[in-house]
Structure formats: structure tokens, C-alpha cells
């Protein structure tokens, strides 16, 4: 079944050009046909992130979608140890690596499903514990010194804690 969009997330890449939120939301879809019981965490920052994992914690996270002035990434946050056959990881980081997509046409390129698979591998025992499926949605405003966090499951509400505001290690 498919699982729609986030309204916050949708209201977040409105701040984007159209052809860049309609490539992370396509990307999205790809991420979730793969693996349907991912759980999701949107930020936004400078730019927006989608980050999906089997929990809310970031040494569960398997990959990331951020965007950018004309194209998205598809970034692994251990990339570096993935294997790249195709070449197509960039990054000289200690761990993450991504994969640029500037048009729709990179999202068919047949190994993209494969690098997600793999990076999903990577996590072991996380994996077989299976996802939540839930969204969860932090904002960080200005500078970043307190995240807002709604998560579409009504919880009773948490004091949001401290974030760093970078979209590739939302939690520093």
C-alpha cells in the first residue's frame, strides 16, 4: 500500500523548485516500494532531508534524500564502506557517500534499487526488527538551536531537544 507524503513534508519543498521536490518525492517512492515499514524522519534546515531507517535513531538510518539548488541526493551514511561496481558514489568523508539525481531519467538507472538494498544490509540485526512505518518531522528554525518535533502519531508531546542543523547529521 502506498503511503502518501507527509502534509508538513509537501509544505516544506514548496520552498524548492518544482523539478527538485518532484525528483525527492519520486526518489521517495522508490525508497518506500523497497522497503514499505521504513520509519521516516523529515528536517528542515537549509534544505530538506528525508532520512529512513527501522527507528527514529540515527545508527538505524540506511539512507537520506536532501535537496539542493537543481538536483537531490541519495546519500548512505556508510557509503564509504558500500560497494560502488558502478561508480556512482561521491564523497571523500569518513562514512557518507551519495548519488546525484538531476533529472527523472537517473532515478531509472537500474542499479539505484540496488545501492538502497545494500546499504540496507549494512544494518544487520537493526533490519530484522523491522520498521515502525511511522513519520516523524523536526523542523530546525534560524540557526538551528532547537528542533521542533510533530510526529504524525498522536503522542503526548516530548520538550524538543537540542539539534545541530545540518541535513546530513541532523543529530550532530
Known amino acids: 500500500m502506498r503511503r502518501p507524503p507527509h502534509p508538513q513534508l509537501i509544505g516544506f519543498l514548496e520552498a524548492v523548485d518544482r523539478p527538485v521536490a518532484d525528483l525527492a518525492l519520486a526518489l521517495r517512492e522508490i525508497i518506500l516500494e523497497e522497503v514499505p515499514d521504513a520509519s521516516e524522519s523529515i528536517y528542515r534546515v537549509y534544505t530538506v532531508a528525508i532520512w529512513f531507517g527501522?527507528?527514529?535513531?540515527?545508527?538505524?538510518m540506511f539512507c537520506y534524500i536532501a535537496?539542493?539548488?537543481?538536483h537531490i541526493n541519495l546519500g548512505f551514511p556508510r557509503g564509504a564502506t558500500l560497494p560502488d561496481p558502478n561508480?556512482?558514489?561521491e564523497g571523500d568523508g569518513k562514512a557518507m557517500r551519495h548519488i546525484k539525481f538531476a533529472t527523472p531519467e537517473d532515478l531509472d538507472r537500474p542499479f539505484v534499487r540496488r545501492y538502497i538494498r545494500t546499504s540496507i544490509e549494512q544494518l544487520g540485526d537493526a533490519v530484522s526488527a523491522g520498521g515502525s512505518g511511522k513519520t516523524v518531522v523536526k523542523s530546525a528554525q534560524g540557526s538551528g538551536a532547537r528542533a521542533a518535533k510533530?510526529?504524525?502519531?498522536?503522542?503526548?508531546?516530548?520538550?524538543?531537544?537540542?539539534?545541530?542543523a545540518s541535513p546530513i547529521n541532523p543529530l550532530g
Open 150 to 164: 510533530d510526529s504524525v502519531a498522536k503522542r503526548p508531546a516530548k520538550r524538543p531537544r537540542p539539534q545541530a
Open 87 to 89: 561508480r556512482v558514489l
Open 54 to 60: 527501522f527507528t527514529e535513531k540515527m545508527k538505524d
Open 67 to 70: 535537496t539542493n539548488a537543481k
